[in-house]
């Protein structure tokens, strides 16, 4: 498993617009919670991907992503290793063609599978981290 170069990294996320955040919380104490906030200020829209809620940061949230009618730029997922092949052949039913999984978690199932269905993959990254490392404003 490889992520992309820090340009291509840079690339996504200058052109992205929306990013559906998979596992968000509407705990403000989760990871999930904080890093979305941070990325919302940033100008980025973000649509909750969270069976389990109704409303996160003020956007309505979706039992799946399959349920989102509009373009999303990545997916990120806050979930653990277990749930990504699962919701690598869902991404892989959507528009979108980045999947972004957050700091700490991998599979190489997912990873090889969306591969080969032409994403492109980041894994283990924090994409707070990555937008303040490699985005100067």
Known sequence: MQNPSNE????ILVQAKTI??????????RTSYQISKIMQELGYRII??????DEVLGEKSYSSLLEVN???DIINVFRRPEYL?????EAAQTNCKVFWAQ???????????????DFTVIMDLC???????????
């Open 8 to 11: 291509e990294i840079s690339k």
């Open 20 to 29: 559906a955040v998979v596992g968000l919380s509407d705990n403000p104490e």
């Open 48 to 53: 909750p991907i969270n069976p389990t809620v």
């Open 70 to 72: 509009e373009q999303i």
């Open 85 to 89: 092949p699962s919701l690598a052949k």
């Open 103 to 117: 700091q700490g978690i991998v599979n190489q199932e997912a990873y090889e599978y969306l591969i080969a269905k």
């Open 127 to 137: 994409i707070k981290v990555a937008h303040a490392v490699l985005i100067k404003k």
